[in-house]
């Protein structure tokens, strides 16, 4: 007879209510929390959902706007009036779920690049000790140019790709309406026969 494998045993979500008055109640710790709390759940990359109180829709995604909101307002923003005004351009197109994916994939390359250079950092100089993060800090600083010239080839290479991709998706739209006629763009002419060199 086979044994029966075991049930994992996985963390369930954690649960966040939010009431009418703005209020986050944290139901794991039976607590009333604030938005610099769940920024700190994000840090430690817990799992948890905002829902609301009443209706129970999903309201994570507008928590988490919040705090990016929040972050942007105070001390150095991240993202440039250029880049906000090209994403809110992206709303709406036919590359929105495309760009969403594309900034997702960046990210992770980065956040990858950024835990890569850490872990090596830790292994050299210990973990989370005081030398360790004022060398990583050091390192960062003197690195700062050799690191966004690093980011910035990666950013032209995607760029190019995205470029190319375009370039096909139009293309393969061609070959497919050749021949057909639309309001504002004129026919494609039929293709010439190749001369019979017999």
């Given amino acids: 007879m086979a044994a029966i494998p075991e049930a994992k045993s996985e963390t369930p979500v954690r649960l966040i209510k939010k009431y009418p008055n703005r209020r986050l109640y944290d139901t794991k710790t039976s607590s009333y929390i604030t938005l610099a709390d769940v920024k700190q759940m994000v840090l430690k990359q817990e799992e948890f959902r905002v829902v609301d109180a009443k209706t129970t829709e999903d309201l ?15 001390g150095v923003p991240m993202f440039s009036s250029d880049l906000l005004s090209q994403m809110i351009r992206s709303y709406g197109s036919a590359m929105q779920g495309f760009m969403g994916t594309y900034l997702e994939k960046n990210i ?18 210990g973990d989370n000790s005081r030398a360790s993060q004022e060398l990583w800090s050091q390192f960062m600083n003197l690195q700062g140019p ?9 950013m032209e290479q995607s760029q190019k790709m995205f470029a190319q991709f ?6 393969q739209a061609r070959s497919m309406f050749a021949g057909f006629s639309f309001p504002g763009f004129p026919a494609q002419p039929p293709a010439k026969p190749e001369p019979d060199t017999k």
Avoid: C, H, P, V
Avoid at 166 to 171: K, R
């Fill in 60 to 74: 994570t995604r507008q928590i988490l706007l919040q705090i990016i909101l929040d972050e942007e307002s105070g």
């Fill in 108 to 125: 992770e390359a980065f956040q990858s690049l950024q835990k890569t250079l850490q872990d090596q950092s830790n292994r050299m100089y």
């Fill in 146 to 154: 050799a690191m966004q010239s690093l980011m910035q080839a990666y």
């Fill in 166 to 171: 375009q370039d096909q998706m139009q293309n």
